[in-house]
């Protein structure tokens, strides 16, 4: 096939194409905005923010560090949690000092035991706390994307055929590209920029993305927020019952023993050693 007459066929299809990517962008971006706007007016919860997170740093840890600062449990140096008089009180269950539904639910686990339990003993075989933590942070993603401003659309059944058409076009313009050789400067210039036009238009469907491709701001808005408050001033203040608790995350049995039945006359808390609490700036023995 002629490269002039190719060419002349192959660059209009080209400048279509990438007219339509360019009002695809410019709806992908003017989106992005409204979006970016929407997530800096929400108040983002810290818990659900540290969610996934590696578990030092999840929302379990920053709970348990947030019942230690405000005085409702202690814990000992194997990790072991303990409530305190203060935490053992019913009427801490709802309102101030405990705002959050995550943080009730873990000391709603730990008045369940009949001894003190450490965290990873209450992650792994507490199941209505997990009930509790999967609805806290379910509740929170909804109302999240309820705020979100929509995507733009998927090309949907005239996109399809869009496409179909431009993939028909190129495997016809590649085939008569390589049909002949060329003749004469008019014809190698043709060829060239039928070449260019082609993978321009290569390049062009490469770039075409779909709604889930998109950045989100709502994703992207926990990753810079850093460690959760609550860990932060735990280790500040407090150094080694954060490095108990955490301790105690590795830990999913209670006793020493390891289930075995102990010796008679042995009291159930001997050798648990001193515990820490954070009703000040300094640990209790």
């Not at 992908?28 to 800096?40: D, G, K, L, P, S």
């Not at 600062?69 to 194997?78: A, P, Q």
Request: proline share 8%; with cysteine.
């Amino acid at each position: 096939m002629n490269p002039v007459v190719l060419a002349c066929a192959v660059l209009p299809v080209t400048a279509v194409l990438y007219a339509a990517l360019g009002l695809r962008r410019r709806k992908e971006r003017r989106w992005y905005r409204a979006a970016v706007a929407h997530c800096a007016a929400i108040e983002l919860d810290p818990y659900h923010a540290v969610r996934d997170e590696w578990w030092p740093e999840d929302d379990i840890q920053a709970a348990a560090a947030r019942l230690l600062l405000d005085g409702l449990v202690t814990v000992s140096h194997r990790g072991n949690r303990s409530l305190t008089a203060a935490g053992a009180d019913p009427a801490r269950d709802g309102g101030h000092p405990l705002p959050d539904a995550l943080l009730a639910a873990l000391l709603a686990a730990l008045r369940r035991r009949t001894a003190p339990a450490t965290l990873g003993n209450v992650v792994l075989r507490d199941a209505v706390f997990d009930d509790v933590r999967t609805e806290f942070h379910t509740a929170c993603h909804d109302h999240l994307m309820s705020r979100r401003p929509a995507p733009p659309r998927e090309l949907g059944c005239l996109g399809c055929t869009g496409l179909m058409l431009l993939l028909g076009q190129f495997a016809f313009a590649t085939a008569g590209l390589f049909d002949q050789v060329p003749h004469g400067p008019l014809q190698w210039a043709g060829a060239f920029a039928t070449g260019l036009a082609l993978f321009a238009q290569f390049a062009g469907i490469g770039a075409l993305r779909t709604p889930a491709e998109l950045p989100d701001p709502f994703a992207e808005r926990p990753a810079r927020l850093g460690p959760h408050p609550a860990l932060a001033e735990l280790a500040a203040r407090n150094p080694e019952a954060e490095a108990w608790l955490r301790a105690g995350r590795f830990r999913t049995r209670r006793g020493r023993n390891r289930g075995r039945p102990r010796r008679r006359g042995t009291p159930a808390d001997a050798g648990t050693g001193a515990r820490a609490g954070v009703p000040g700036d300094a640990a209790q023995a």
